[in-house]
């Protein structure tokens, strides 16, 4: 098909405004779907997916549509995830097109996510089609939305086509607007293959399948191609589009956004974001792509059962060919026996993560407390990136340390803004300003350290907002923290399990906490069990284990109080020698009930 004829068009929006219901009822208006394979969430193919409502992997698919003009034209849409976590998946299903459909619900308004995205898609320099969903809804305010669209996103009213997705309204105004209002794809200047790898996915028996935008030349089978980046080189084996699911084609021409599947074996080999071009006639230089992803959260995970350890790897292994954005490095830990260090994008991530493995792959696992990467910088110049407590050098030698910092967007009902602020200066963050939205909402603008929203930030919001506050954030770089290493020491040993790196106002109380914690956890010895906090060589909190005693006077009745002193003097002698030599065994459930509560 003609260029001229072709429209790459995405859908952005924030989480449950209504993506996945519109791309299948455009599915079934042009015909895509056949009645039999009809239900509800066909882009979402993963249980977790349909379960939580969200998408996690973008879904190409190639659509026919006969428009009013008589002409046929073809569609091809990728349906993107709305999670902040996942706005990597969002950036690049962009790259590979002209438009981008802007859905706001009719009752919620604009929410953070969609300023976020319509930032992201601004930058692309995408043709946006603002789309007003659920205005069937009996609490929908289509007026008030229309004007929210004008004064935080800076998009025409008039623009805005309102519609249903679960109604089926709208639908064809919709596909019109696509048609006529989305550009075509630029016309190639040479016949030169250029395609942009915009995600891929592994499969058991054919390897790794690769999803690309054309930008100019064709791709076809038996051709030589080589990866810009690392200067691969394979053979296609097959190509073709989503319809939505995988439909052999002779060829993909400049414009065509579909699939190619050549001898490649791992994911690794694959980078999102590069460019393929042919071996024998090269492109000059590759397609702007975008930047290589970096996981911002890292956490330990560990098999509860030691002796899962290479299932665990495996298990491990086959995720991380489905996730570009999972990386994982093998580690040790003297309480936790042998795991890994992995990095996620975000909490959600990692959430989704771990149960994919509980799920998947039966694993009962552990997961030390998420931290994030911090830039080190030595008494001797070097910068280092430390995403481990335990690789910290000695305080002696670290002339500062900087933390991730990261932009919010918060979005609150009028009533519950001075909560909001009192939690954000909790958290050490700095307001930027407000803006209104509307009658009801405000929209705070602040800057927070990553690692503060890692753990509850999210829930505190919804907690106090009831519900109806949503959080997105960018990240905008590092900055220099007063913070430090807090190590638990038992007995005087250091458990590595347990480090973690706090802001210095904050060590005490978080040392406190973890101490009474584990106090409740440890089993009581024969003699007195110290459970310290400290920093570096300082002591900031302690509880103690108090000892069992025996009663070693049972036997003693009667007769002189010498024999009963002399007897306990000698438990006394035993444990202050246990003491010096006695090894503190904490038991696997005191790990993970510790935590668990953290």
């Given amino acids: ?12 929006a924030h989480i449950d405004h209504g993506k996945t219901t519109l791309s299948d009822r455009l599915l079934e208006t042009t015909g895509t779907i056949h009645e039999r394979d009809k ?26 549509y006969r428009a009013k003009d008589g002409q046929t034209y073809l569609l091809n849409l990728l349906d993107t995830p709305g999670h902040v976590d996942f706005a990597y998946e969002v950036s690049r299903s962009l790259a590979a097109c002209e438009g981008a459909l802007l859905i706001v619900d009719a009752a919620q308004g604009v929410e953070a996510q969609t300023v976020a995205n319509v930032h992201l898609a601004h930058k692309q320099g995408l043709t946006i089609v603002p789309i007003i969903n659920k205005i069937d809804l009996p609490n929908a305010d289509v007026p008030s939305v229309k004007r929210q669209l004008e004064e935080i996103l800076a998009i025409p009213a008039e ?81 073709g589009i989503f319809t939505p699911k995988m439909f052999t084609q002779q060829r993909l021409h400049a414009g065509d956004v579909g699939y190619f599947i050549a001898n490649i074996k791992t994911i690794a080999d694959m980078k999102i974001g590069d460019t393929i071009t042919d071996q024998r ?32 790897k495996t298990a491990i292994g086959k995720l991380r060919l489905n996730d570009s954005a999972f990386i994982y490095t093998p580690e040790s830990s003297v309480a936790l026996g042998f795991g890994f260090r992995c990095g996620f994008l975000g909490l959600l991530h990692m959430e989704i993560i771990q149960e994919r493995l509980r799920r998947e792959y039966n694993m009962d696992i552990i997961a030390t407390s998420p931290s994030v990467v911090y830039e080190v910088v030595t008494t001797r110049g070097e910068t280092l990136l430390i995403d481990n407590p335990a690789h910290l050098p000695d305080p002696s030698q670290i002339k500062e340390i900087r933390e991730p910092i990261v932009k919010a967007y918060v979005l609150c009902p009028n009533e519950n803004i001075g909560d909001l602020l009192q939690l954000i200066l909790e958290k050490r963050g700095q307001m930027d300003h407000t803006e209104t939205l509307d009658s009801r909402r405000v929209m705070l603008h602040c800057e927070l350290p990553l690692n ?24 905008t770089g590092y900055r220099a923290a007063k913070l430090v290493k807090l190590d638990l020491l038992v007995n005087g040993e250091p458990v590595d399990a347990f480090s973690t790196i706090v802001h210095k106002d904050r060590a005490e109380g978080r040392g406190r906490q973890l101490a009474s914690k584990l106090k409740e956890v440890i089993p009581r010895q024969l003699y007195q069990v110290a459970i310290q906090a400290a920093i570096g060589g300082k002591i900031i909190a302690r509880e103690s284990v108090s000892a ?14 010498t024999r009963k002193r002399k007897l306990l003097e000698k438990q006394k002698e035993g444990k202050k020698r246990m003491k010096s030599i006695g090894k503190i065994n904490i038991p696997q459930e005191a790990f993970i009930e510790v935590l668990k509560a953290q």
């Fill in 548 to 561: 069992l005693r025996k009663n070693v006077t049972a036997k003693c009745y009667g007769g002189d109080i």
């Fill in 452 to 475: 503060e929203i890692l753990v509850d930030f999210n829930d505190k919001i919804k907690s106090i907002t009831r519900g109806y506050g949503s959080m997105d954030y960018e990240h």
């Fill in 281 to 312: 006639n090269p492109a000059r230089e590759p397609l702007p792509g975008f930047q290589e992803i970096h996981p911002m959260v890292f956490s330990g995970i560990y098999p509860i059962n030691t002796g899962d350890f290479e299932h665990l």
């Fill in 39 to 64: 239900q509800d969430q066909l882009l979402d193919s993963m249980d977790l997916e349909r379960e939580r409502g969200i998408t996690i992997k973008a879904h190409p698919v190639t659509m026919h």
């Fill in 159 to 239: 623009e805005a086509i309102e519609a249903s997705a679960k109604m089926g309204i709208g639908i064809d105004e919709i596909l019109e607007a696509i048609v006529h209002r989305i550009p075509a794809p630029e016309k190639p200047k040479d016949e030169t293959l250029r395609a942009l790898v915009f995600d891929s996915v592994f499969d058991v028996y054919r390897g790794v399948i690769g999803h690309v935008r054309v930008v100019s030349g064709k791709m076809e089978p038996d051709q030589a191609i080589r990866m810009m980046s690392n200067d691969g080189r394979y053979e296609i084996k097959e190509v």
């Fill in 1 to 12: 098909m003609a260029i001229e004829l072709t429209r790459n068009f995405c859908i952005i």
